[in-house]
C-alpha cells in the first residue's frame, strides 16, 4: 500500500523551507507515494509548484493572526481544521515544516493514528518568534515522533533547550542541474569583468550591507571585479543608499529576484555568503554544485557543514566582521589559480548532498517515527 505523507507548511511564496517542501512532495510522488501538501494560504503568488500528482488543500487562515485570546482562538481555528484534514486524508505521516507548522501538526494529530515529524529550518536563535510559540515548542516535540533538524548544531541547540525531543539531522538535497521558473533574467553581458555574487533575502539577517562595505574596503585593488546580490526585500532602499554613498553604484548590482538563478552562478567567478544566522544555505549548496569558490561567514550553524575549508571554499572568522571577509574577498580575487582549484572541488556537494543520499535519509526517519508511533498506540 501507497506511503500516505501529509506536508504542512505555511506557504509556497518562497523560501528555503518552502522549497524543499515543493521537492519532497514531488520526489515522494514520483516514488508512487500519496501526498498532500497543506497550506495557510492559496495558491496565489506560489513560488515553487506542486507535482501534478500532489494534492493541495488549504487552510484558509493565515489572517487570522493577533495576541492574547484573539491569536489563541486563531490558532484554535488552525488546528480545528488541520485536523479534520488529517481525519480526511489518513497520512501514515504528517510533516510539519518550520516550528509553527510543526506545533500545529503535533497538536492537531493528538490521538490520530499517525506519525508527527516536527522539522527546524533556521537556527532557533536567529528565529523571532513569540514567547507563547516557544513555550509550544517545547511542550509539543518531546510529543512529536521525530523531531529533523537541517544541521548538528541546530540538533545540539534542540537537545539543550528542548529536553525529551527524538532528534535526527538531515541537510537540504541540492538538485544539478539546478531548475528554472520565472522571472528569467539575464546576467549582463561580462565584458572581460570578473563578479562576485551573493543571493539572497533583501534583510539584515544576510548582512548584505557588510558585505558590500567589505567590497568597498578591497574595491580600488580589484578594478576589474563587480559585486552582484540577487534577490528581493525590505531592505532594498536603504542598500541601495548605502552603495550610492560608497560610490559603488556602477560596480554592486541589485538585480533583484531572478528564476534562473543557474545562469547567473555560471556568470560568477566567486560566491559569497555574508548571513549572520543559516540554517544550512541552499544558495550555498547551488553555487558550489556550479563550481564556485565560496567565502562564507562561519555562522553558528550551515556553512562549517558544507564548506571543507581549504578544499572547496574559505569560512570567514569571526562571523560578521567586516575586515575579515575583505580580507577573504582580496585573497581569492587576487589568486587565480587557487580560486579555481577551490571550484573543481566544489562540485562534489553534488554527490554530498545529493537527492538520493538525502531522501535515503528521510526515509530512515518515516521508518523510526512510524515505529514510534506504532509502539506508543498499543501501550
Not at 9 to 16: A, K
Not at 96 to 118: E, I, K, Y
Not at 132 to 144: F, I, K
Not at 308 to 326: Q, S, Y
Request: charged share 25%; proline share 6%; net charge positive.
Amino acid at each position: 500500500m501507497s506511503l500516505r505523507v501529509m506536508i504542512v507548511i505555511h506557504s509556497l511564496r518562497g523560501g528555503g523551507a518552502e522549497r524543499v517542501a515543493a521537492d519532497l512532495s514531488r520526489h515522494w510522488a514520483d516514488a508512487g507515494r500519496t501526498v498532500m501538501v497543506v497550506t495557510q494560504t492559496d495558491d496565489h503568488g506560489d513560488v515553487y509548484p506542486l507535482h501534478p500528482d500532489v494534492q493541495r488543500e488549504t487552510l484558509a487562515l493565515a489572517g487570522a493572526t493577533g495576541g492574547g485570546w484573539r491569536g489563541i482562538t486563531a490558532n484554535f481555528k488552525r488546528v480545528r481544521a488541520l485536523r479534520r484534514l488529517m481525519v480526511s486524508f489518513k497520512p501514515d505521516v504528517v510533516l510539519g515544516m518550520m516550528t509553527t507548522a510543526s506545533v500545529l501538526s503535533v497538536l492537531a494529530a493528538r490521538g490520530l493514528p499517525c506519525a508527527v515529524v516536527a522539522t527546524e529550518h533556521t537556527h532557533p536563535p536567529s528565529q523571532r518568534i513569540s514567547g507563547m510559540w516557544r513555550r509550544l515548542r517545547r511542550w509539543t516535540y518531546p510529543r512529536a515522533d521525530r523531531v529533523v533538524a537541517l544541521t548538528s548544531g541546530t540538533a545540539r541547540w534542540l537537545n539543550k533547550h528542548v529536553p525529551g525531543a527524538h532528534l535526527d539531522v538531515i541537510p537540504n538535497p541540492v538538485h544539478w542541474p539546478l531548475a528554472q521558473s520565472e522571472p528569467h533574467v539575464p546576467p549582463p553581458p561580462r565584458n572581460g569583468r570578473r563578479r562576485a555574487l551573493a543571493v539572497g533575502r533583501l534583510h539584515p539577517d544576510k548582512g548584505f550591507e557588510t558585505l558590500v562595505t567589505a567590497f568597498k574596503k578591497v574595491a580600488a585593488a580589484h578594478p576589474e571585479w563587480d559585486l552582484i546580490i540577487l534577490g528581493e526585500g525590505a531592505e532594498r532602499a536603504r542598500l541601495t543608499a548605502n552603495i550610492a554613498a560608497a560610490g559603488l553604484s556602477e560596480r554592486v548590482l541589485l538585480p533583484g529576484r531572478v528564476g534562473n538563478v543557474g545562469d547567473w552562478y555560471a556568470a560568477a567567478d566567486l560566491y559569497v555568503l555574508s548571513s549572520r544566522f543559516e540554517g544550512l544555505s541552499n544558495t550555498l549548496l547551488e553555487s558550489m554544485a556550479s563550481g564556485l569558490a565560496a567565502a562564507a561567514f562561519d555562522c553558528d550553524t550551515g556553512p562549517r557543514e558544507i564548506v571543507r575549508e581549504g578544499v572547496d571554499g574559505v569560512l570567514v572568522r569571526p562571523n560578521g566582521d567586516v575586515n575579515a571577509m575583505a580580507q577573504a574577498l582580496d585573497a581569492l580575487m587576487a589568486d587565480d589559480a587557487h580560486r579555481e582549484a577551490l571550484g573543481a572541488r566544489a562540485i562534489e556537494v553534488r554527490e554530498r548532498f545529493s537527492p538520493e543520499h538525502v531522501l535515503s535519509r528521510w526515509q530512515k526517519v518515516f521508518d523510526d517515527a512510524r515505529a514510534q508511533a506504532a509502539g506508543r498506540a498499543s501501550l
